[in-house]
């Protein structure tokens, strides 16, 4: 049996994305404040606080957006822990950020735009796929540090939890947003042994939700 603090020790770190949130402009909010969970999310993230009941969870550390904050506490209260913030956790950056994005009548109908589109790869448009990695890289470390031994959960964003599992899995970093696996209020649990991940686990608590949906 491994016992905390060996080498050996299996630790969890588990990413949660938080849940829907109340966007009826359907703008890419992005890292803007003011954005809090709809109803329905506030559901999937008790949802989710209910499948993590019986974990041997000791650390709960959250991005600072509200969003982010709002899907953490019910996980903490069910296990009388305080959120913690890590802002290595925050969504990406995006120069989009406050416009609509959605096909068709959204903001690449203006030219004046399509410079920023010029570089898929890193990309362009916004925080660099590579420094989304290594700041949740250092996160997920942190959080599996604080819980060595037992579990942690960190709540975050669609696209650095997705980046990081790609990193992870050694899998190129640029990719199609549309076959993200990380639906609202999923979780992806990294098992490590000792400072070693041994696997990655996805599960969706509240079932599947398509990666272009308003409020993601």
Known sequence: MSRPGSDSARSVVHLVRHGEVHNPE?????????????????????T?????????????????????Q???????????LETGTDERLIESDNQFEGYRVSVGNGVLREPRHWWK??????????????????????AVYSAREAAEGSEAVCVSHQLPIWTLRRFLE????????????????????????????????YSEPVGRTDPKVTGA
């Open 117 to 138: 589109l010029r570089d898929p790869f890193t990309p362009s448009w916004g925080e660099p796929y590579t420094e989304i990695a290594r700041r949740m890289l250092a």
């Open 170 to 201: 050694m899998r190129r970093l640029w990719h199609d947003p549309r076959n993200r696996q990380c639906s609202l209020a999923s979780v992806t649990s990294l098992v490590f042994r000792g400072e070693m991940l041994g696997e990655v686990v």
């Open 70 to 80: 709002q899907t953490a506490e019910p996980i903490a209260d069910a296990h009388r």
């Open 48 to 68: 989710v606080a209910e499948t993590l009941a019986r974990h041997d969870i000791v650390h709960v550390v959250s991005s600072p957006l509200e969003r982010a």
């Open 26 to 46: 359907g703008i890419l909010y992005g890292r803007m404040p003011g954005y809090r969970l709809s109803e329905r999310g506030v559901k999937q993230a008790v």
